[in-house]
């Protein structure tokens, strides 16, 4: 039997489920490849750490060229994240002409355009299928299935943690403060959660599939991205009230053939849409495509063993490159990360789009204060098309919920920065977009 043998970067929870995957799925990989895949190597930082599964004598190494520079290794998997580090190894490593394999998508979102070059230029494969919503295999699904088609929009739920925290806020009454806790606690969300619940892991996501849908790479300091930490238990009754739930979207869509519109921001749901329905940690994520219509990939979004079977796949889908003679070529065709050049645009501005909004302003509980907030959006060309007043049970502010008619980003925007300027105003004011009409 053939053998094709890799090197892995990293022993933490995935690395340990692509090793758990090699070996209890062994017989299945071997008849699916015609070759047996052999772990020949595994970079780890400290040899007497604890691991998640038990590993052969000699297998583990604290010396990165020992996996790097071993010519009997021909795919090196990167699981150890970060940029720095790994973005070091990933170019030795296609450097001295192996394939690689990656989950690491802030890698590949800040330092991909020159990874992929340099993949093409050795000739050698750059597979990322881990790297967004886990296990969920939309970036198989785009690249191969939709290759024939034209990608016009997606949207989804790609960070389980802020969408594990929105839920259990709305299911179960939990503040802010307790769904993330309980979240830590489940191993949803790291101790510091900020880049799950702040949007900036779902715009490294959504960078990457706006990559695979659209061929163009978008700086991400142009992908909008508004977090989920202003959102308390309070919003989301109200919109329960109202027929709504939220949820913190990744949306990308073709604005014309060289513009891109990327956002990551929480959305009021209608409770009957599809993405409402996606509970806990789980990721989902509707593609629209101009002959297909649209198409829905659902499923856990992290994980040892989800993530680890995205990983696993691309190390079969580069085995068998290897296995037909194929190391030698340039461009993979269906890959769009052997796409050459890379078109690089910026992200349209979300000034000109259009939203109906769920706002809620914290006022002094004094006469007059709801008038004046009337007064400000009515300036500002925004329509009230409802509106009530709630006083919290022994607070000295009123908190004024209004949903308005459908209105510009930059007119709303300019209406709240104008309220919150008001001596009256005591707290932050929470805006929350409704999904777009067209939806």
């Not at 970079?43 to 990165?64: N, W």
């Not at 090196?76 to 296609?94: D, N, P, R, S």
């Not at 065709?333 to 052997?338: F, H, V």
Request: net charge negative; aromatic share 4%.
């Amino acid at each position: 039997m053939r053998s094709i043998k890799i090197g892995v970067l990293g022993l933490g929870n995935v690395g340990a489920g692509v090793l758990r995957i090699l070996r209890e799925h062994a017989q299945t990989l071997e008849q699916r490849v015609s070759a047996r895949i052999e772990v020949k190597r595994v970079l780890v930082r400290d040899l007497s750490s604890r691991r998640e599964i038990e590993t052969p004598e000699g297998l583990l190494t604290t010396d990165a060229s020992a996996v790097l520079q071993d010519p009997e290794i021909a795919v090196i998997v990167e699981l150890i994240g970060g940029t720095t580090a790994a973005k070091e190894m990933v170019e030795q490593a296609l450097s001295a002409g192996k394939h690689v394999v990656t989950a690491n998508k802030a890698l590949l979102a800040e330092h991909g355009e020159e990874l992929f070059q340099r993949a093409q230029e050795v000739g050698c494969e750059l597979l990322f299928e881990g790297a967004v919503a886990g296990g969920i295999p939309v970036l198989r699904a785009i690249r191969h299935g939709l290759a024939s088609d034209r990608v016009q929009r997606i949207c989804g739920i790609v960070n389980g943690t802020s969408n594990y925290v929105l839920d259990k806020m709305t299911r179960e009454g939990l503040g802010y403060a307790e769904a993330v806790s309980k979240a830590q606690a489940a191993g949803y969300a790291e101790a510091d959660p900020s880049l799950d619940v702040g949007g900036v892991d779902a715009a490294h996501k959504l960078a990457l599939l706006a990559l695979l849908s659209f061929g163009k790479r978008v700086a991400l300091d142009s992908i909008f991205v508004e977090g989920i930490e202003s959102v308390r238990d309070y919003d989301l009754a109200v919109a329960k009230d109202l027929g709504y739930v939220v949820r913190s979207l990744a949306i990308a869509s073709r604005e014309a053939e060289d513009a891109l519109r990327l956002r990551v921001h929480p959305v009021l749901l209608p409770r009957d849409h599809v993405l409402a329905g996606v509970h806990g940690a789980y990721n989902a994520v509707l593609v629209e495509s101009e002959a297909l219509g649209r198409s829905m990939y659902y499923g856990q979004g992290a994980g040892m063993m989800p993530t680890g079977v995205a990983v696993t796949s691309d190390i079969m889908d580069v085995a068998r490159t290897i296995l037909a003679h194929r190391a030698g070529e340039t461009i993979k065709e269906d890959d769009a990360s052997q796409v050459s050049p890379l078109a690089s645009v910026v992200g349209s501005p979300m000034d000109s789009l259009e939203h109906a909004n769920y706002v809620c302003v914290h006022v002094a509980h004094v006469s007059g204060v709801l008038g004046r907030v009337a007064t400000i959006l009515g300036a500002h060309g925004v329509s009230i098309a409802k509106m009530r007043q709630d006083h919290p049970e022994g607070a000295s502010h009123a908190r004024l919920v209004i949903v308005t008619e459908v209105v510009s980003e930059a007119a709303m925007a300019a209406a709240i920065a104008e309220i919150e300027r008001g001596d009256d105003c005591v707290e932050p004011t929470v805006r929350i977009r409704f999904m777009e009409s067209e939806d």
